[in-house]
């Protein structure tokens, strides 16, 4: 079993930045895949990124690439998600998940475990 809890959300102006965080208690943690999603109000959960168990793989939504940088430390049952040059379309709630399998999914329905979701308001 893993839990995952996100901080780091907040009001930024646009082209600001922010960090998440994702803590996960769990000694499997480090063999996990994981992913960080958003949700906007009235629209579907969408993929944003997502990363292998080592960092070495990762693959990101075409609306984030070169904006958002994922990283994880094991060490530290932590995964990380930098956002540059943030706009106001990136306003959404923003969620951790990791997946019981070998390559990082990009499908919210192939992840197994989920955070609260974590707050991210842009003003223009």
């Known amino acids: 079993q893993v839990q995952l809890v996100e901080s780091g959300g907040g009001l930024v102006q646009a082209g600001g930045s922010l960090r998440l965080s994702c803590a996960a208690s769990g000694r499997a943690f480090m063999t996990y895949p994981m992913g960080w999603f958003r949700q906007a109000p009235g629209k579907e959960r969408e993929f944003v990124v997502a990363i292998d168990w080592s960092g070495a793989s990762t693959d990101y939504a075409d609306s984030v690439k070169g904006r958002f940088t994922i990283s994880r430390d094991n060490a530290k049952n932590t995964v990380y998600l930098r956002m540059n040059s943030l706009k106001p379309e990136d306003t959404a709630i923003y969620y951790c998940?990791?997946?019981?399998?070998?390559?990082?999914?990009?499908?919210?329905?192939?992840?197994?475990?989920w955070g609260q979701g974590t707050q991210v308001t842009v003003s223009s």
């Open positions: 998940a990791a997946a019981r399998t070998t390559l990082p999914p990009i499908s919210a329905g192939r992840y197994d475990y």
